[in-house]
C-alpha cells in the first residue's frame, strides 16, 4: 500500500492506494461519530457494498443509501435523498458520510456532506479510474444545473481517500478509457517525463496491470495532491486541472448528461485545447499529433460531435466557471508538461478550432 498527503493545515487528510484495500477497514479510524451514511449507486451496490460494511465494527450505526446510476442523475433531487436518509436516521453533526463509487457518487456525498447541518465529514472511496485520479481529491463537490455542469456546489474536503486499484477489475473498458484522459492531462500540464511513462506503458494500463495502474494512479495523486495544496480554491494554478474541460463541459451538456462520458468530452476538449494552443504558435504540430497518438491509445474521441455549431460551442463555454467579466478563459498548452490559463486569445483563432471538425489537429 502506498500513501500520499494531501497538505492543507489543519484540514490535511491522506490518500492510501492499493490492492484489497476496501477490505482493511482503512476508514474506521475516520468515522468521528457513532454514526455513518454510505452512499452509493444500484450498480455498486450489488458489487462492493457488503464487502465494505463488513469492515465496519458492529458498534457502530450504519446506514445506507443507494442512488439510481448515471450523470443525468447529478442534481439536487438526488442530494435531498441524501438529506432524506440523514433526518430519517436522526444524523447528527458527528455523522460521517461515505462515498462509495465514481465521480457522481462522490461530487454528490461530498456536497451532502457540505450542507447538512453547515457541513459534516466525509470519506471517498473512489471506484472508477477517474474518481480514482482526480474527483476524489482535492475538494471540489457539487451537481448539475440543466444549463451548465457542476454549476451548483463547494469546496468541501474529505478526512481520507481510500483508492483499491482491484475494483477497477469490474469497470466496462469505457469508463476506463474515461479515466486515462485525466491520467493524460496530468503527463500534458505538469509532468512531461509522466507523459512518457504512460505512452510507453499505454497497452498495460488498458489491460489493467497492477504495478503500472498503481504507479499511474499514484503519480496522478501525487500531482493533483500538490496543487491542490498550492491553490486549494482555485486562484491560480489548479486551474491547470481543467484542461480540455470547458470544451468538454460545452459538450457533456449540449449532447445531455450522460450521452458523452465526462473523460470522453475531456478527451476531445483536450484535442481542441491543442489544436488552439498550436494555432496560438505555442505548441507544434509534431505536439499535436503526439497528443492525438495517446488519446487514441486510449480509445478516447480526439473530435467533438458535429452536431454543435461554432455558435452554440461559444454559448455553452460561456458558462463556466472560468468566464470573468464576460470574457471566456481557457487552459492551453505553452508546452507539453505546462499549461496557462488565458482570455488572450485571438477569438477569430478560436473559431477556428470550434469548426475544424475531423481536421482538428491538422493546423500547423
Ligand atoms: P460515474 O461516477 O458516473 O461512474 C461511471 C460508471 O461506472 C457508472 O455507471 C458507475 O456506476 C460505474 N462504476 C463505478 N465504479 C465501478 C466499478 N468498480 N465497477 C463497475 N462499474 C462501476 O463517472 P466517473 O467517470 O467516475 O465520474 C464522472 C463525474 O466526476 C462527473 O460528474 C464529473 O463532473 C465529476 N468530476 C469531478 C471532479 C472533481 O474534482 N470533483 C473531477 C473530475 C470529474
Ligand atoms: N478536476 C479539477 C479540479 O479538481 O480542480
Redesign the pocket.
Known amino acids: 500500500m502506498q500513501k500520499l498527503k494531501v497538505e492543507l493545515g489543519d484540514r490535511s487528510y491522506p490518500i492510501y492506494i492499493g490492492q484489497g484495500l476496501l477490505d482493511k477497514g482503512l476508514l474506521v479510524p475516520y468515522i468521528k461519530g457513532s454514526q455513518l451514511l454510505i452512499v452509493t449507486n444500484e450498480t455498486i451496490e450489488p458489487l462492493y457494498l457488503e464487502r465494505l460494511k463488513a469492515t465496519i465494527p458492529s458498534h457502530f450505526k450504519v446506514g445506507t443509501v443507494v442512488l439510481p446510476d448515471g450523470e443525468r442523475y447529478k442534481d439536487l433531487n438526488q442530494i435531498n435523498t441524501i438529506f432524506d436518509s440523514l433526518l430519517d436516521g436522526q444524523h447528527n453533526r458527528t455523522t460521517t458520510l461515505v462515498a462509495l463509487g465514481g465521480g457522481v457518487i462522490g461530487d454528490m456525498t461530498g456536497f451532502a456532506a457540505a450542507c447538512y447541518q453547515r457541513g459534516v465529514n466525509f470519506i471517498q472511496i473512489p471506484t472508477t479510474l477517474l474518481s480514482q485520479v482526480?474527483?476524489s481529491v482535492?475538494g471540489?463537490t457539487g451537481v448539475n444545473h440543466p444549463k451548465g455542469k457542476n454549476m451548483i456546489g463547494a469546496f468541501h474536503q474529505p478526512q481520507c481517500v481510500i483508492i483499491d486499484t482491484d475494483v477497477l477489475g469490474t469497470l466496462p473498458e469505457k469508463e476506463l478509457s474515461a479515466g486515462m484522459a485525466e491520467v493524460i492531462k496530468y503527463g500534458l500540464i505538469y509532468d512531461e517525463a509522466f507523459l512518457c511513462f504512460l505512452e510507453d506503458h499505454i497497452d498495460g494500463l488498458m489491460g489493467l496491470q497492477p504495478e503500472l495502474l498503481e504507479q499511474a494512479i499514484y503519480r496522478s495523486c501525487a500531482i493533483k495532491a500538490e496543487v491542490v495544496a498550492q491553490d486549494e480554491k482555485?486562484a491560480g494554478i489548479?486551474a491547470w486541472?481543467?484542461l480540455g474541460h470547458t470544451f468538454g463541459h460545452a459538450i457533456e451538456t449540449s449532447e445531455g448528461y450522460g450521452a458523452w462520458l465526462h473523460g470522453e468530452a475531456v478527451g476531445a476538449g483536450t484535442m481542441m485545447a491543442a489544436d488552439l494552443s498550436c494555432r496560438l504558435g505555442w505548441i507544434s504540430g509534431k505536439d499535436v499529433q503526439r497528443i492525438k497518438s495517446i488519446l487514441e491509445a486510449a480509445n478516447l474521441p480526439v473530435y467533438p460531435p458535429e452536431t454543435i455549431s461554432s455558435d452554440q460551442f461559444i454559448e455553452l463555454m460561456s458558462v463556466d466557471k472560468k468566464v470573468i467579466d464576460g470574457n471566456i478563459r481557457l487552459v492551453l498548452l505553452e508546452k507539453i508538461g505546462m499549461a496557462t490559463v488565458t482570455s488572450d486569445f485571438d477569438a477569430a483563432l478560436l473559431k477556428e478550432t470550434l469548426k475544424a471538425g475531423k481536421s482538428l489537429g491538422q493546423c500547423c
Open positions: 482526480d474527483s482535492g471540489k482555485e489548479r486541472l481543467n
